[in-house]
């Protein structure tokens, strides 16, 4: 007997005759799936775009000041040098949008998650270890914007577990990755106190370091489908006669298979849809 389409663990949803299963969380577990990833998307999303506060550190620590003359900064040399940095990083962000979504239709949501966190631990890596001797500054931030991206898009599909609040989650990841961009200037504005960048990145590898190990446990190897309430496929009889047609009487219309729902339907019916 089922009150509600959250209110057991296992939803079946029929499609054209073809039953489909997929384990979905209770409805408060939904809500806590989403909080947990809306956190992780703004730690790591959109760091990329919050370059300014960053680009104060490096001068300050006279990062790229010896491609000046002298070998100390400021000079123009220097900030294109440093413009530089954020160009490439930003335009790896926005190529690998393609990317990750094969990866994510291909492998899931778990390992395009920590895919994402692998790249965004190793970028924070680079960055903390970075010199004038190793410099890893441009691989580093460009690890650290590519890596952000897998991870809010893995997260997308959880819009799925609360449809009457889809359009809700969906806005909220979309602005996850434009908070993230502050960051830094909490990362500056710890260094403005005395802490050192080397010291600084190392604690935030803690982030993804935690996403990554999470991930197997939080997130599912396959996308949560829309969660359909159930219905009813077949009609109980309980055996008596009068559920046969009455000599003379003709048998009652088979009933209409349901289509399948838009969102896993043909591309040409998607398109020729009113709905």
Not at 81 to 102: D, E, H, M, R
Not at 111 to 127: E, K, N
Not at 198 to 214: E, K
């Amino acid at each position: 007997d089922i009150t509600s389409p959250y209110a057991r663990l296992e939803d079946t949803v029929s499609w054209g005759g073809a039953v489909a299963s997929q384990n979905l969380p209770s409805r408060g577990a939904s809500f806590g799936l989403v909080a947990i990833a809306a956190l992780q998307s703004v730690l790591t999303s959109g760091m990329v775009f919050g370059w300014a506060p960053l680009q104060l550190m490096f001068e300050d620590e006279g990062i790229f000041g010896w491609v000046c003359e002298g070998g100390k900064g400021p000079c123009p040399e220097q900030t294109l040098k440093l413009n530089q940095v954020y160009g490439i990083a930003t335009s790896a962000f926005c190529f690998c949008v393609w990317p990750t979504g094969i990866v994510l239709d291909r492998f899931g949501p778990r390992v395009c998650c920590m895919m994402g966190a692998l790249f965004f631990g190793i970028g924070c890596a680079l960055l903390s270890i970075s010199s004038q001797e190793y410099d890893y500054f441009v691989i580093g931030f460009s690890l650290l914007a590519v890596g952000g991206l897998p991870v809010v898009l893995s997260m997308m599909h959880l819009s799925n577990l609360l449809p009457e609040f889809a359009g809700t989650i969906i806005t909220i990841f979309n602005v996850c990755i434009d908070v993230s961009s502050l960051n830094f200037k909490v990362i500056y504005v710890l260094y403005s106190y005395g802490i050192s960048r080397q010291d600084l990145f190392t604690a935030y590898a803690v982030v993804p370091v935690c996403i990554f190990l999470s991930a197997p446990f939080l997130w599912p190897s396959k996308k949560y489908e829309p969660r359909e309430a159930p219905r009813a496929t077949e009609t109980l009889t309980g055996g008596n006669s009068d559920s046969q047609p009455r000599p003379g009487e003709q048998p009652p219309a088979p009933e209409a298979q349901p289509k399948a729902p838009l969102a896993v339907a043909s591309f040409a019916r998607q398109a020729t849809s009113t709905h």
